[in-house]
Nanobody, 115 residues
């Protein structure tokens, strides 16, 4: 059983920063860990990804502002979000993809950026 617990969301003014954390527990072999964002009425959007080998990828809208990183000793993945914009508002979900391609999701953490 894989469990993902996100934290770090909140309310911040435009231009501010937040750091999201995703703590993973259980038995797993990781293919990638990803952060998705969802706005009510819209599909979840991939924001950032980090692979088992440490490669990273970002949505165009967050490149240069967000940084995804991993602490393998703590089984935790972080998403550092700088220069936040109102359009970054949404529920952020951590997603772990195993080497068997199974997907696991956290419960989500709300990020609200005020203008």
């Amino acid at each position: 059983q894989v469990q993902l617990v996100e934290s770090g969301g909140g309310l911040v003014q435009a231009g501010g920063s937040l750091r999201l954390s995703c703590a993973a527990s259980g038995s797993f072999s990781v293919r990638s860990i990803n952060w998705y964002r969802q706005v009510p009425g819209e599909q979840r959007e991939l924001v950032a990804a980090i692979t088992r080998g440490g490669g990273t990828d970002y949505a165009g809208s967050v490149k240069g502002r967000f940084t995804i990183s991993a602490d393998s000793a703590e089984n935790t993945v972080y998403l550092q979000m700088n220069s936040l914009r109102p359009e970054d508002t949404g529920t952020y979900y951590c997603n772990l993809v195993g080497i068997d391609l199974r997907h696991y999701w956290g419960q989500g953490t709300q990020v609200t950026v005020s203008s």
